[in-house]
């Protein structure tokens, strides 16, 4: 067998890109475990950006951080755990941390040793402002520097001066511990950084910081608004309006847009109100109260006539929708940009370009309300055959892609660049080539359309 290993070596040639490396790796990668370690070395080399000396020298695909996403993006789109990206990356700390910009990371090995450690902590979710993560045991050490005992495990980064701590369960969420614990949402981000602005970094089974030496130490009290003598309950939206004589608990499955229509309130409206919010309503906070009137009120919606064009608009719409639209879809939860472009036999490019606020991956897209499907003059196309290749080209399709393809996957929930590659067995870069759209960070990648991953 090593006669064999021997004579493999020796007749392999280098590919002159990495891709191509890459592709002629993975497909003898079972048949040799000696090749990783002797070409993973050279491969660093063809990095644009400086390699730790302590990175695997098993890794066979590398990537260059130029700052466009962030470490946990990074293992998501490439589909590998946590777990695997510090063992490959020595210099990657716990909650993916120490992810540097301007420095390569492995991203790929094959060939590795048995691992005999133990797992370490999964990534969090994004997808929910609660703790996921399961870190491991409890231990307690004293900090040095100001003679607070700090329980351990903690939440990366936290403050070097915190004297009061809270063990998260699985489960709760940022809002939560800072009602119970008398501080602001505010309070627990600036303690606890690594959580990030919507809580989707906070860990279960740690401690994190809700107090710090010569910070608040009571927890506030529902009070009455001196000026205006209505009762507020706590814990409430940051900045919410202080003439405020109504409120909304905000339960999970909530969003602005929902929350506006039971009350009978614009979406506007109720962003006026509750300004941390946020346009895009991601900065509703679960578990805190919102404010859904205010004193003198605010008359309910309409359906209107939108001056110019004699088209009936009903309310409440999209923000930044064009003036000139005639045909409306109400967005129903769930909804995607692409779901939507696809039942009106538009491209999803249209369908951004007449809702721009959006945006071009859909995550401005508000749930229940109306966005515009159709504009004046418009004519939507029909699924047609690519003059010149005779293959029939099913629709929505990726924006850009190549006329050439032959074979089309349909992208569904959880599909990325690198899962979709794998499945088909083609390079990523290839599938980039193929759907240019997608960009190298596969950021443009759209649900419910359908991408190339052959060509004539």
């Known amino acids: 067998m090593s006669d064999q290993y021997t004579l493999y070596i020796a007749t392999v040639t280098l590919p002159e890109s990495v891709t191509e490396f890459k592709m002629l790796f993975s497909s003898f990668a079972l048949f040799s475990v000696a090749l990783p370690v002797a070409l993973g070395r ?4 063809r990095q644009n950006y400086y390699v730790d000396v302590n990175t695997t020298k098993y890794c066979t695909w590398y990537y260059d951080n130029d700052g466009a996403n962030d470490c946990t993006t990074v293992l998501r789109l490439w589909d590998v755990t946590l777990e695997a990206f510090m063992r490959w990356n020595p210099s990657i700390t ?8 301007s420095q390569s990371y492995c991203i790929e090995a094959f060939g590795e040793p048995p691992v005999t450690t133990q797992p370490l902590p999964t990534l969090p979710t994004t ?3 609660s703790s996921t993560v399961n870190p491991p045991t409890t231990t307690t050490t004293t900090n040095p520097g100001n003679g607070i005992e700090t329980p351990q495990p903690t939440q990366a980064d936290m403050v070097k001066n915190c004297n009061k701590f809270y063990f998260v369960k699985t489960g709760e969420g940022c809002s939560k511990i800072a009602s119970s614990n008398g501080v602001s949402v505010a309070d627990i981000f600036a303690w606890n950084p690594s959580v990030g602005a919507d809580c989707s970094g906070m860990w279960a089974e740690v401690n994190i910081c809700v107090g710090i030496i010569g910070g608040p130490t009571a927890a506030p009290p529902t009070s009455t608004a001196p000026s205006n003598g209505v009762e507020t309950p706590s814990p409430i939206q940051d900045g919410m309006v202080t003439n405020c004589n109504k409120f909304h608990f905000v339960k999970s499955g909530d969003g602005c847009a929902s929350i506006a229509k039971t009350y009978s309130i614009s979406v506007s409206n109720f962003i006026t109100w509750n300004p941390a ?3 895009d309503c991601t900065g509703l906070w679960l578990n805190t109260y919102a404010c859904v009137a205010i004193i003198g ?3 309910a919606p309409t359906t209107t006539t939108t001056a110019g064009n004699g088209i009936a608009t009903p309310t409440p719409t999209q923000p930044g929708i064009v003036s000139n639209c005639d045909k409306f879809q109400f ?3 769930g909804s995607t940009c692409a779901t939507i472009a696809k039942a009106h036999g538009i491209a999803v490019s249209q369908f951004v370009s007449w809702n721009p606020s959006v945006n071009s991956d859909c995550s401005g897209m508000w749930a229940e309300v109306y966005v515009c499907v159709s504009i004046i003059g418009h004519t939507p196309p029909t699924t047609t055959t690519k003059p010149g290749n005779g293959v029939a080209t099913p629709t929505p399709i990726q924006d850009g892609m190549t006329t ?3 074979t089309f996957h349909f992208v569904q929930s959880g599909d990325n660049c690198a899962t979709i590659a794998k499945a088909r067995g083609i390079s990523v870069a290839n599938f980039v080539k193929w759907n240019p ?3 190298t960070s596969c950021t443009g990648l759209w649900l419910n359309t359908y991408a190339c991953v052959a060509v004539l």
């Open 94 to 101: 716990a909650g993916c941390g120490n992810f540097k910009t």
């Open 437 to 439: 759209a997608v960009g």
């Open 404 to 406: 050439s393809c032959k």
């Open 127 to 129: 997808t929910a402002a």
């Open 297 to 299: 009120g605010a008359p």
């Open 277 to 279: 919010a946020g346009t």
């Open 42 to 45: 050279s491969l660093i080399e």
């Open 331 to 333: 967005v129903e939860k």
